[in-house]
């Protein structure tokens, strides 16, 4: 008897150890730091607009871009890096002034290639407009990247095509939007050489209406898509929104042409208009400040392992909120099947969508919520993991960016911020309130976590990524 | 109440109006206290490049064509006055370039004094032109002329607050543009009832730096005129 109890017991005791082990060793747990110090940070930037990449060669070598330092004739802009899974965090000032008296970053995207190789796609302005470039490394991995040609205009994304099934490998886009037309149009620039050379096509329709907010995502088959939105005017839209259709169109042919789905692509939430954010007083104007929300609506990622197309977009729907919906094509973008992933009961926009290696669906955005006395904005990062039908949610931060002296009312995160996937791991970053500052500020906050359960064996054998 | 002692109070309230009317006189109105930093900056030659002191001189060019205010950068001069449509700048740069051949104002004996070197140079006359200015995508008009200095290079922030004091006022200003690329977050620190604004730019190279000076145009003129 007394030798079954004690069996008994070392089971138990085993079972709490192996538990506590698991807890301990943090699997699935969802990793933040601020990866701003005083020491790399002393100017007390505000860091906006973040960019994220992961080196799939090296997948703890992690990249971010923010609104940080400017480049000048002397000195680089910075990129932030860590080499071991985002614990520590260096800055190097490698993105160099791209001609004389040209002033930037503006808007900025980064990116990796198959062979671990950093891109970053500039927006340049100075005296004559503005210009985009794409960077590459020409030296080792932190020496002065390289600017290729000038192409574009406003707000230049960026994603390179590094699948090993791809018949285009090594080919990137960089999407960006053309005022020069009469109408705004979605634009993608296209390279074979790694920006050396950039071809821009016209992607989006604006027949009838402007385009805005063009993001890419390239297939393993070497497809590339995007999802941009055409505004559609204001009629019957409470104040901030506009009517929109987000449409998804696709490159089958390296960027050549855009008519995969159609001359306009295919609507993700079929044919009946949204409304979605044009503004820049997202949040309560009356309650603190506020942020601008005009092409923080749309975001797009492809499932590396079938070639699922995912896109997240904003609605204000029978809630009376905005809501980030996701909608998911299994047919390269034909069709498309689409759900709400917010939970309807705040406003909610700058939705970021990544798929990681087993179809585990990562998604980021901000709400707000402003029944108190000042408005709180909270990041989340949601994971499904049964396609977009079920969300489990996390607030990686709530933030009050009143008393945050760099936080500027208009302009608080950027328009939209950083999520990625290398293999089973999301990596992200968000503009969020600093922690360890001797100055309390506006910071860029990393976050990662496995797309695994922590009670699934395979996430405690799986490396950190 | 004695007649003597009548005359005497009468003499000394006389004596006591001449005595405290030169006093009185040496206060400062309002006006003239507000207007003193104006004053000194615009003849400051730690702020302004030589070339600055020739368009000062003009000023009144920027009041006639209606521009309440001025933006001085190191290498041009912008009107405060935004366009929506390029034909509409090109026509403020047309009347202005008319203007331009004008002499320059009747300046009041100090500024007379402290511009003399500037305006016995011999240099091109300043170009106006219509511009579009990246900053909000307005049409605007510009002052230019190739290797002109109107605002210093390298001039700090900490350099003004150390020869003017603390602004009266400071205060951030997001500039959005049409599209989405990343606006403008600008610092304005200002003087003299702010009549005078140093801005700083965080898209500058340098955001310590000082960017430009929003100079108040009637009030300028009306300081550096002497028939005003």
Not at chain 1, 26 to 33: D, E, I, M, S
Request: aromatic residues 10%.
């Amino acid at each position: 008897m007394n030798t079954i109890r004690s069996r008994s017991n070392g089971h138990l005791v085993a079972a709490v150890v192996l538990c506590s082990v698991s807890f301990g060793s943090g699997c699935g747990k969802l990793f933040v730091r601020d990866i701003a110090t005083d020491a790399l940070d002393p100017s007390n930037l505000a860091d906006t607009e973040p960019s994220i990449a992961v080196n799939p060669e090296h997948p703890r070598h992690i990249a971010i871009v923010t609104f940080s330092e400017n480049w000048s004739a002397a000195k680089g802009a910075p990129v932030w890096k860590s080499s071991d899974s985002g614990k520590t965090w260096t800055k190097v000032f490698q993105v160099v002034q791209p001609t004389p008296g040209e002033f930037g970053p503006g808007d900025q995207k980064l990116d990796f290639d198959a062979n671990g190789r950093i891109y970053v796609a500039e927006l340049a302005s100075g005296g004559g407009g503005i210009n985009d470039y794409v960077y590459r490394q020409t030296g080792g991995p932190d020496a002065p990247l390289t600017p290729g040609a000038s192409y574009g205009n406003d707000q230049p994304h960026l994603s390179v095509d590094r699948s090993s099934s791809s018949p285009l490998k090594g080919h990137l886009y960089s999407p960006w939007l053309d005022f020069s037309q009469p109408l705004e149009r979605s634009t993608v620039a296209a390279s074979s050489n790694e920006g050396i050379a950039m071809s821009s096509v016209g992607a989006g329709d604006n027949s009838s209406f402007p385009n805005r907010t063009t993001r890419s995502a390239a297939a393993p088959d070497g497809k590339i898509y995007i999802i941009y939105k055409t505004r559609e005017g204001t009629g019957g839209a409470p104040a901030g929104f506009e009517n929109a259709h987000f449409h998804v169109n696709r490159s089958d042919d390296g960027g050549l042409t855009w008519t995969g789905l159609g001359a306009s692509g295919i609507s993700v939430h079929g044919a009946t208009q949204v409304q979605t954010y044009f503004t820049t007083s997202f949040g309560n104007l009356a309650k603190g400040k506020v942020a601008r929300a005009r092409s923080s609506d749309a975001w797009i990622a492809v499932n590396q392992e079938n070639g699922d197309v995912h896109a997240a977009y904003v609605q204000r729907d029978a809630s009376g909120f905005a809501q980030i919906y996701v909608a998911r094509s299994t047919d390269q973008g034909a069709t498309w099947t689409s759900a709400r992933a917010s939970d309807g009961t705040h406003n909610s926009a700058y939705p970021e969508i990544a798929v990681t290696k087993r179809g585990v669906v990562g998604l980021l955005f901000v709400d707000y919520d402003d029944a108190g006395a000042v408005t709180l904005f909270r990041h989340h990062f949601a994971r499904s993991f049964d396609h977009g039908s079920s969300w489990d949610d996390d607030v990686l931060q709530t933030m009050n960016p009143g008393p945050l002296s760099n936080a500027s009312s208009g302009f608080l995160w950027g328009d939209y911020e950083g999520l990625t996937a290398a293999k089973n791991t999301f990596y992200g970053v968000f503009t969020g309130e600093s922690s360890g500052r001797t100055v309390l500020q506006l910071d860029p906050v990393f976050f990662r976590q496995k797309s695994c359960r922590w009670w699934w064996l395979g996430c405690w054998l799986e490396d950190d990524d | 109440m004695r007649k003597a002692t009548k005359v005497f109070c009468m003499l000394a309230g006389i004596a006591c109006l001449f005595y405290a009317e030169p006093r009185a006189s040496s206060m400062p109105s309002p006006q003239a206290a507000d207007s003193s930093p104006f004053d000194k900056m615009l003849t400051d030659r730690n702020i302004w490049g030589e070339d600055a002191f020739q368009a000062f001189a003009s000023l009144d060019r920027w009041k006639d064509a209606g521009e309440s205010s001025i933006l001085v950068f190191t290498d041009k001069i912008v009107g405060g006055s935004k366009f929506e449509k390029p034909e509409q700048g090109r026509e403020r740069a047309a009347a202005m370039a008319r203007t331009m051949n004008r002499p320059h104002l009747r300046l009041s004996p100090e500024f007379a004094t402290s511009y003399k070197a500037a305006l016995s140079r011999k240099t091109p006359a300043l170009q106006a032109e219509s511009i579009r200015f990246m900053e909000d995508d307005s049409y605007r008009v510009q002052w230019k002329r190739e290797g002109a200095e109107f605002l210093k290079k390298q001039l700090t922030m900490r350099a003004v607050v150390a020869a003017y004091g603390a602004p009266e006022k400071t205060t951030t200003e997001v500039v959005q543009a049409l599209g989405d690329r990343r606006p403008a977050v600008l610092t304005i620190s200002a003087y003299a009832g702010g009549m005078v604004k140093f801005v700083q730019s965080d898209l500058s190279p340098d955001p310590n730096m000082v960017d430009r000076v929003v100079l108040d145009v009637p009030a300028a003129v009306a300081l550096i005129q002497a028939s005003h």
